[in-house]
Nanobody, 127 residues
């Protein structure tokens, strides 16, 4: 059974930074597309950033220039570096894997194409 485990969430003041990690078991990231998503209370889950197997990336407009998605294939770990955090970034953050490569690193790809999901890590940004 493939597992994705997020870590790195926490509470931070506006303007601060956090780095989220997503560790995977039993397979490698090298050939998979990956994504970060978030869901705030009362809102739908939305794509934040995505990365293709070749390393190409895309971002939601709301986080462009502030967040960076990356992966370390040797460590089977996906990262989301979040800088200049805002209160509206407060949400549960999830990582997901698309083993079929259908999402092609497109942040707006349909979420049902991701076949593995982590349990989430909470990010809270105070003003």
């Amino acid at each position: 059974q493939v597992q994705l485990v997020e870590s790195g969430g926490g509470s931070v003041q506006a303007g601060g930074s956090l780095r989220l990690s997503c560790a995977a078991s039993r397979y490698t990231y090298s050939s998979f597309c990956m994504g970060w998503f978030r869901q705030a209370p009362g809102k739908e889950r939305e794509g934040v950033a995505a990365i293709d197997s070749d390393g190409s990336t895309s971002y939601a407009d709301s986080v462009k220039g502030r967040f960076t998605i990356s992966k370390d294939n040797a460590k089977n770990t996906l990262y989301l570096q979040m800088n200049s955090l805002k209160p509206e970034d407060t949400a549960m953050y999830y990582c997901a894997s698309d083993s079929g490569g259908q999402t092609t690193g497109w942040v707006l790809a349909p979420q049902h194409l991701y076949n593995y999901w982590g349990q989430g890590t909470q990010v809270t940004v105070s003003s």
